[in-house]
């Protein structure tokens, strides 16, 4: 098969996913380092960018699955480059919600935009066949990912209970 080299210990399809997907996640987390993010702070604005509105701290603890405590000590960053604010919860003043600020918004684009960039600079090296080729099995598989509604999950937002989440997105707040 044209451009394929010999391989000596010859892994399957799973292992060859697992560490494609692993360069791809280092090399979104080196665009987010050039923005200044980390890859908590970065899946924190995410989460809050897909919501459809504020969310309690409690909620936004527990979307990335991380201690409440922690989820105060990564908001106090974002509010401290005025990336997101705090104001309190109309129906429970014990709450707190949290929302993305403007430059919060325009910095989640940007991630975006350079997250999507480091990906299609890796793919870019494969010839145009074997894009169209990856893009119809990426769509198959996503298609086969979808729960029954014909929802995946947003942005940001874990996996359903039980799945594991992409390397690097557990890191506990501020890694």
């Known amino acids: ?3 394929s080299r010999p391989r000596s210990d010859d892994p399957t ?3 060859l996913f697992v560490t494609v997907t692993r360069a791809m996640h280092r090399h979104s987390r080196e665009a987010l380092s050039d923005l200044g993010l980390t890859p908590a702070s970065a899946r924190a604005l995410r989460v809050l960018g897909g919501s459809q509105r504020s969310l309690r701290m409690s909620e936004l603890a527990q979307r990335l699955r991380i201690v409440p405590r922690s989820a105060t000590t990564l908001v106090d960053a974002l509010e ?3 990336l997101v ?4 919860d109309e129906n429970d003043r014990r709450s707190v919600r949290v929302h993305l600020t403007i430059p919060g918004s325009q910095l989640l684009d940007r991630m975006r935009q350079a997250r999507y960039g480091a990906a299609d600079q890796l793919l870019s090296t494969l010839p145009a066949e ?3 080729v990856l ?10 990912l979808r729960d029954p509604a014909g ?4 942005a940001g937002e874990d996996p359903p209970a039980g799945e594991d989440p992409p390397d690097g ?3 506990p707040a501020g890694q």
């Open 1 to 3: 098969m044209p451009g």
């Open 13 to 15: 399809l799973g292992e």
């Open 80 to 82: 401290r480059d005025e």
């Open 85 to 88: 604010e705090r104001h309190p």
């Open 130 to 132: 074997d894009q169209e």
């Open 135 to 144: 893009r119809r099995v990426l769509l198959t598989l996503d298609d086969e």
């Open 151 to 154: 929802q995946t999950p947003p």
């Open 169 to 171: 997105q557990d890191l």
